[in-house]
């Protein structure tokens, strides 16, 4: 299928369903990426959301609940996941915040966190995904009720405009700084309620913070008191930054050079 796709196209992209953990059958070689949700959605679900909210479907909670993560066991989980994938493969997996087999994100979130999941969903390495009704703000506390067609009749009232100017605003994040797509990741730190990484290349880096609550995080030199906010509202002085609550912050950064290749003689 993927000969004749390319033969055919070769923009295009071939995407396996797989619930579980999909890496022993991703390895590159014919699919380009998976539809899963051990790498990111249920270790997301379990850090950003209220523990214990019943959370049925497809997603494949222990127990259909969610449990109760810090941001290291997300860290944690992510990568015991994302790490069996080739590097290729992830940067092609569907990072969905939730699907038509599942509940709601909206559903079982914590207070004022809905920019933090969908910021990570935006940034983490991965093809953000948005279930049809999520950029509206919808609801459903099960992959039936999260179905629902779009209310476009009241598409102007508050209520639907202020979630699609969100997804516009971190979409437009993504589109504008292209190590989002296929730069590489390094971790820097991850503590109860916030997690941080770097997306790097030759060009730029973008740096971000995520925060589940108020915090107050130490990045060193990482962080240059002169860094330019893109997304989010922060304080940050001598690479000390802090929130006073759920923060999907995003900073610009210049690139990483690399030395020029040298074969051995």
């Known amino acids: 299928m993927r000969r004749t796709m390319e033969e055919i196209n070769a923009d ?15 390895t590159g070689d014919a699919w380009h990426g998976a539809m899963t949700y051990a790498n990111f959605t249920r270790p997301l679900w379990n850090w950003l959301g209220v523990p214990g909210t019943p959370a049925g479907g497809g997603l494949g909670l222990a ?3 969610t449990s109760e993560f810090g941001g290291e066991e997300f860290v944690t989980a992510h990568l015991s996941f994302a790490a069996a994938f080739p590097w290729r493969v992830r940067l092609q997996n569907m990072n969905a915040l939730d699907t038509h087999d599942t509940p709601r994100f909206r559903n079982v979130a914590r207070e004022g966190v809905v920019p933090v999941a969908v910021g990570l969903s935006m940034t983490l390495p991965g093809i953000p995904v948005v279930w049809a009704g999520a950029e509206w703000g919808l609801h459903g506390d099960d992959g039936e009720h ?8 009241r598409a102007d009232e508050p209520e639907f405009a202020e979630p699609r100017e969100l997804y516009r ?12 797509n ?10 109860e309620e916030a997690i941080v990484f770097v997306r790097e290349s030759a060009d730029e880096a973008v740096l971000v913070l995520a925060a589940r609550g108020a915090c107050s995080v130490e990045l060193g030199a990482e962080l240059p008191d002169a860094a330019e906010l893109l997304q989010g509202d922060a304080t940050w002085a001598a690479g000390t930054v802090t929130t006073a609550g759920p ?18 003689g």
């Open 169 to 180: 605003r971190l979409i437009g994040l993504r589109r504008e700084h292209p190590v989002l």
């Open 146 to 153: 999260s179905r629902t067609p779009l209310p476009w009749a």
């Open 182 to 191: 296929g730069g590489g990741i390094r971790w820097l730190h991850a503590s």
């Open 12 to 26: 295009t992209i071939l995407l396996g369903e797989s619930t579980n953990d999909a890496a022993p059958d991703f």
């Open 63 to 65: 127990l259909q609940r």
């Open 247 to 264: 923060q999907f912050l995003a900073w610009i950064l210049p690139g990483i050079p690399l030395p020029p290749f040298a074969p051995a």
